[in-house]
């Protein structure tokens, strides 16, 4: 068979896998995805929503419409089971967003097609062979694929890491559910139930939020969660095990039948000790695996791959050293370990246990309190994400707020400035003061005013930089303070080498 090359091969296509294709070709190069799947709708949802960043991510590449027009707008934010609220927090989206994934993935799906994306579907990854130039990937029917680099987005038990021979440390499950959608004979007791056993939970497939609570349809399939007998169940659930879980919970099955899925998932928590092998490296679920209380799993994915999606296009084009990929991991790894940590805390504070609950009822009394509140809320919510880029303005390593400007060309909103994925150096100051030349083709000067108050998540009012460099995830780089004192170290470092020479970018500017 004919080997296909491309510049990446993605293994895996769903949220994770389709986000990173698509910031792949915004930014210039050649991806493929490889999907075992046929077709690109799920018979099933195993998870669901989108928590605040991600809706702003989604935003900046002007896509955060198609889903909150399908989807519901609520606060869906809480530490193990108790709400918090961030309907005052300075963002566009103070609140989540209730969609199941089969809807997310349809229309990632669309967008990643509309940019003309390769998606190979009916076709898996099952090996490679890496060399100094690049990887052979191998498929199961046979097919072989050359990259320069192949990231492995393939689930939890991902067959690249694996391969590649990346640890998969962490803890083991203490708790085993079942999850399912089915039809039920018997009327069955609806919402959550909490006993010795775990958390269990009926509820119709078809459901609304009204004032903030979910209200299920009144007839329809259900979707079942129930906590198994036993942790280390590995093997693939079916409705025998499904029935029986129920009746030890419920006493009955309720007639339960004609299952479209039935999964299983547990409290295993565990991160790749190294995000690349060589020319392999792990995005999503590959990376990490944590329990899904709070539905964190999918907006982990889109952040890994919007900070993976622009460093990788530019290794590949030649525009950077390959060194740049070690700020991928340097960056998302302690982000990403310090959620996992949240996910553990909050499981335990689940269990059905009476020196548990009082241990919940304290902390509820804390998180009660504004700033508890707001720290909580900002990692949970993904709005407080810093990476360390070192000390400086606290805006450094930060999402840059989307703020409203003014330009020569009128009013844009900072989220717009992103739309294709590129660099933005964002002068507030005196017009000419900076001077990007060298940087022309890759970076953006916008010549802008803003009046407002600068305010950030959790930190409240900070004060107004004359400018920021702005990198293609939305993350600030760099700021300045009057002067262009640092502008071409940090121009050097994440976008590449000045070229030799180079017109002014075009700029605007706004009163």
Known sequence: MEKSE?????????????????????????????????????????????????????????????????????????????????????????????????????????????????????????????????VDVQLADGGLLRAQYLV??????????KAAGIGFPGWDATVSNLIAEAEMAEEPEMGVRRDARGTH?????????????????????????????????????????????LTEVYGTDYGIHSPTWISRFTDATRQA???????????GDAAHVHYPVGGHGLSLG????????????????????????????????????????????????????????ALRESVAELLAMDGPRRRFAGLLSGLDIRYDLGDGHPLLGRRMPDLELTTASGPARVSTLLRKAGFVLLDLGQPGGLDAAPWTDRVHLVEAGYDGAWELPV?????????????????????????????????????GPPTAAGERPSSERGP
């Open 302 to 357: 889109v952040q890994d791959a919007v900070n993976l999606g622009w460093k990788l296009a530019q290794v590949v084009r030649g525009i950077s050293p390959e060194s740049l990929l070690d700020t991928y991991e340097a960056e998302r790894h302690p982000a990403t370990a310090r959620l996992l940590r949240s996910t553990m805390a909050q499981s335990a504070l689940m269990r059905p246990d009476a020196r548990i609950e």
């Open 6 to 134: 491309h510049e990446v091969v993605i293994a895996g296509g769903g949220p994770t896998g389709l986000m990173l294709g698509a910031e792949l070709t915004l930014a210039g190069a050649d991806a493929a995805i490889v999907e075992r799947r046929a077709s690109r709708d799920l018979p099933d949802s195993r998870a669901g929503g989108l928590q605040a960043r991600t809706i702003e991510i989604f935003d900046q590449r002007g896509i955060a419409d198609r889903f909150l027009a399908e989807g519901q707008i609520a606060q869906v934010q809480g530490f193990g089971g108790i709400p918090l609220d961030i309907s005052d927090f300075p963002t566009r989206h103070p609140y989540g967003l209730a969609l199941w994934q089969k809807h997310i993935e349809r229309l990632l799906a669309d967008w990643v097609e509309g940019l003309g994306v390769t998606v190979h579907r009916a076709r898996a990854v099952v090996g490679f062979e890496q060399d100094g130039a690049g």
């Open 459 to 495: 930190l409240g009012e900070v004060a107004a930089p004359a400018a920021v460099l702005i990198r293609p995830d939305g993350h600030v780089a760099w700021t300045g303070e009057g002067t262009a004192r640092g502008l071409g170290e940090a121009l050097g470092k994440w976008v």
């Open 273 to 283: 000790d190294s995000y690349r092998a060589g020319r392999i490296l792990l995005a």
């Open 201 to 245: 939970g009926i509820g119709r497939v078809e459901y609304e939020i009204r004032d903030g609570e979910v209200v299920f349809a009144d007839s329809g399939p259900v979707r079942v969660t129930v906590a198994e007998g036993r942790a280390d169940r590995t093997d693939e659930p079916t409705l025998a095990d499904l029935k029986q879980a």
């Open 152 to 161: 492995g987005c393939d689930g939890g038990r991902s067959a690249v890491r």
